[in-house]
């Protein structure tokens, strides 16, 4: 229909679902944890300043995990409706995490319910503090039970193949295949550091607007500090996956790096064109890097893409999205700990203007880096569905209907993403935190007009 190839529109609907989940997703997974944190240091404190932090962010999570969740469920209908060879060859193996993918959803929602509910109920706030763990754990585990299933399709293992059918399935072994450490670490990581990010860029953004209370700069600066901190912990992460590919998917990575010829003292390319012979113009070449990114030796030898065979390389652009990920990655991590820097030498002003949008600009571009690293990771896998198993046309539904579905889902997603943009409107709209602080904490508010941080 429209000259498109079914398994085209399958692949452009999966990758429109998925990117558009994976906004809701990262931030159900990374705050609750920086809700968690703000809590405890509101109680460790006695700041109520930090209490009303993880009230205010926690109405705002409630309304992107219903979003996550219609979001979430289109995947799961997706992938029956359009992957059926998929689903017939491999859905026994994967059926597991996906059920407990639901299972932790349930219990993160539960939880999120009893704390958004009970407020100043508890005679000791801490008990209240108490029920925030179980969100962070529920929303924690459902991205490592889905993340599993992907990392299943890079990696497969845990059955055995006979007559074309997937037999004496174990999915244990299938869930904790090769590709699951590396893959969970550096999924669960980067969405505790997107989150953080956002919130700083949000609070950045209104010291900037509106020359923000206490209120904002306490949450600038515990926000700039978990993204610090976590921005550390999504660079390993990074490292140990470079290591991963190279070992489990060397095409992977050498198509991400423009590496054709295999050899020792690797360098590692950065941006650039290529030419008609596929020779690297333009790029930053960084000595015998690639070499060490992918085994920790600075002379190790570096399998090219050429030996590959060509039916089984990955398109050559996923190079972009690999280097605009890392970059941003640098980025955020670089100007966190120049405001760190300024905040901890009196002299300095932390909150210098340009300084400030440097970190609006890390929340809009972290979570670009998460989807520039799904592209890369999905598309890396090309021609692959499954592994070494199963193609993506050969997995790919030919029902003429498929692009009416892209139409209607592409509609759904519209609505619900201005939905989630006016409510979150609506819910803080004409009701700033200075007010609400007042209202609950009126000594706190007053001290605040006079003190700082």
């Known amino acids: 229909m429209f000259g498109f190839e ?12 998925l990117l558009f989940h ?7 997974v990374g705050v609750p944890v920086l809700v968690s944190i703000a809590e405890l240091i509101g109680i460790k404190k006695k700041d109520p300043h930090y209490t009303l932090l993880a009230r205010r962010w926690t109405r705002g999570y409630t309304i992107t995990v219903a979003v996550g969740v219609v979001t979430g469920t289109a995947i799961g209908l997706q992938l029956s409706l359009i992957w059926p060879s998929f689903m017939q060859l491999a859905g026994n193996v994967i059926a597991l995490p996906l059920f407990m993918e639901t299972f932790a959803f349930f219990f993160e929602a539960i939880f999120l319910g009893i704390y958004l509910y009970t407020w100043d109920r508890f005679k000791k706030p801490i008990y209240h503090w108490l029920l925030s763990i179980p969100v962070v754990i529920g929303g924690t585990l459902s991205a490592f039970f889905i993340t599993t299933v992907n990392s299943f399709m890079n990696t497969p293992q845990g059955f055995e193949m006979e007559d074309g059918r997937f037999t004496a399935v174990d999915p244990l072994a ?4 090769p590709a699951t450490p590396t893959k969970v670490f550096h999924v669960i990581s980067s969405s505790y550091l997107t989150a953080a990010a956002v919130l700083a860029g949000i609070a950045a953004f209104i010291i900037l607007i509106k020359k923000g209370s206490l209120y904002h700069k306490k949450a600038l600066k515990l926000t700039v500090l978990m993204t610090f901190l976590f921005a550390i912990l999504t660079a390993v992460a990074g490292d140990l996956s470079a290591k991963f590919l190279a070992e489990y998917q060397p095409e992977k990575l050498a198509a991400g790096e423009w590496h054709f010829e295999t050899e020792k003292g690797a360098d590692l390319v950065v941006f650039g064109t290529l030419n008609e012979d596929n020779e690297v113009e333009n790029a930053i070449r960084i000595p015998n890097a690639l070499s060490f990114l992918a085994y920790g030796d600075f002379n190790a030898e570096v399998e090219g893409l050429n030996e590959t065979p060509e039916e089984e390389r990955p398109p050559l652009w996923i190079h972009y999205m690999f280097d605009l990920m890392v970059s941003i990655g640098f980025y955020t991590l670089g100007i966190s700990f120049l405001f760190l820097i300024f905040w901890k030498m009196k002299k300095w002003n932390e909150y210098n203007p340009l300084l400030l949008w440097g970190i609006v600009a890390t929340g809009p571009l972290t979570m670009l880096a998460i989807e520039f690293g799904w592209v890369y990771a999905e598309v890396g896998r090309q021609p692959w569905i499954l592994r070494g198993f199963m193609t993506v ?6 029902s003429p209907y498929v692009f009416a ?10 609505v619900l993403g201005m939905g989630c943009l006016i409510t979150l409107r609506k819910i803080f709209k004409g009701k700033p935190a200075e007010l609400e602080l007042e209202h609950r904490y009126p000594q706190t508010a007053a001290a605040s007009k006079e003190g700082d941080v």
């Open 6 to 17: 079914t398994v085209e529109v399958s692949r452009a609907l999966t990758a429109m679902t």
């Open 22 to 28: 994976a906004i809701f997703a990262t931030l159900g």
């Open 174 to 177: 299938a869930m904790f295949n």
């Open 393 to 398: 046309a050969e997995g790919a539904t030919t």
């Open 405 to 414: 579905m892209f139409i209607l889902f592409a509609a759904v997603y519209l």
